[in-house]
């Protein structure tokens, strides 16, 4: 048994798709499985350089050839590359592409390029999955360091009246609990009045017997 057969039987068993490349003629080989990975049957495109250029994304073309031809030189044991291919519908399918050269003539020259392909779509989508989940994790991580630097935050002992509840500041000076309190941080007091001192203040005053009273027939 040839290399070359070796090598189709061996891919056939796998998902991935193979190729042979006559490096004289331009003439390529896809196996089914490689076709089917495009959406064409084989045959239903005429096997050549040229065809497989119209649905090779444009720079994956120009790039991979250039890789291509450093392995052709020695410069690498084989030829790896991910790939756009333009699929029958129009849509396109990332792929890992490897090649080596299988055969060369007396001089060294290439005679024929063998290699497959391999969908890595869910590989790709996974990806940009995760690098949008470490943009949205930097973005919640810039915004906390900003809020931390615009916040003043309270800690430490801080120095409040036990009869008035003024604070005192670095400086020694006294201050309103509030605006000590929106000085230090991002609050802003609204003012209000709490039961019990309502009725210390105003227990005495009509109007606000009616508006007690009113109150507690709503809440009846």
Not at 165 to 193: M, P, T
């Amino acid at each position: 048994m040839s290399d070359l057969i070796f090598f189709k039987e061996l891919i056939f068993l796998s998902e991935v798709g193979s190729w042979s490349i006559n490096m004289e003629t331009g003439e390529v080989d896809g196996s089914i499985r490689f076709w089917e990975l495009l959406g064409y049957e084989k045959g239903e495109l005429e096997e050549t350089l040229d065809n497989l250029k119209k649905i090779h994304f444009p720079s994956d073309w120009e790039e991979g050839w250039e890789l291509i031809s450093e392995h052709i030189k020695g410069h690498s044991p084989y030829y790896k590359y991910e790939v756009r291919y333009l699929r029958k519908d129009k849509s396109w399918l990332p792929c890992e592409v490897r090649g080596i050269v299988s055969e060369r003539d007396e001089e060294g020259n290439p005679l024929r390029f063998i290699g497959y392909i391999r969908d890595i779509s869910s590989e790709v989508a996974l990806r940009k999955e995760i690098a949008a989940y470490r943009e949205r994790d930097l973005d919640r991580r810039e915004e906390l360091e900003t809020a931390k630097q615009t916040i003043s935050e309270l800690e430490g002992i801080v120095p409040i009246c036990s009869s008035c509840k003024s604070i005192r500041n670095d400086e020694g000076y006294w201050k309103e609990l509030e605006a000590y309190i929106e000085s230090h941080s991002q609050a802003v007091f609204s003012h209000g009045l709490c039961d019990s001192c309502s009725e210390k203040l105003y227990k005495d005053k009509g109007w606000f017997q009616k508006f007690k009273k009113r109150l507690e027939e709503d809440k009846g």
